[in-house]
């Protein structure tokens, strides 16, 4: 069974960064596209960025993009989300995730970690 354990959340002053990690068990980590999401109190579940199997290939959400990059290293069985110039919107809930697909859509993700929490304080 695969299984998806984040990590690195926390508070943080605006401006400041964060590196989030991701670690992947329970099936071959290079077979799947991994992605971040992050989810707002009151509000749905959002695409954040992804990353290909390869790590060649990525994609952002135009709120993050710029600021944040994506990365992993399949030797680790890990995924990073590294987080710059953090604005107090960027606040939520931190998920990851593993799809066949290269997708930023939440629904064809098959498996979700537990999330973990950032604040941004002003």
């Known amino acids: 069974q695969v299984q998806l354990v984040e990590s690195g959340g926390g508070l943080v002053q605006a401006g400041g960064s964060l590196r989030l990690s991701c670690v992947f068990s329970g099936r071959t980590f290079s077979n799947y596209h991994m992605g971040w999401f992050r989810q707002a109190p009151g509000k749905e579940r959002e695409f954040a960025a992804v990353v290909s199997k390869s790590g060649s290939t990525t994609s952002y959400a135009d709120s993050v993009k710029g600021r944040f990059t994506i990365s992993r290293d399949n030797a680790k069985n890990t995924m990073y989300l590294e987080m710059n110039r953090l604005k107090p919107e960027d606040t939520a809930v931190y998920y990851c995730?593993?799809?066949?697909?290269?997708?930023?859509?939440?629904?064809?993700?098959?498996?979700w970690g537990q999330g973990t929490q950032v604040t941004v304080s002003s």
């Open positions: 995730a593993a799809s066949f697909r290269f997708t930023v859509t939440t629904t064809n993700y098959e498996y």
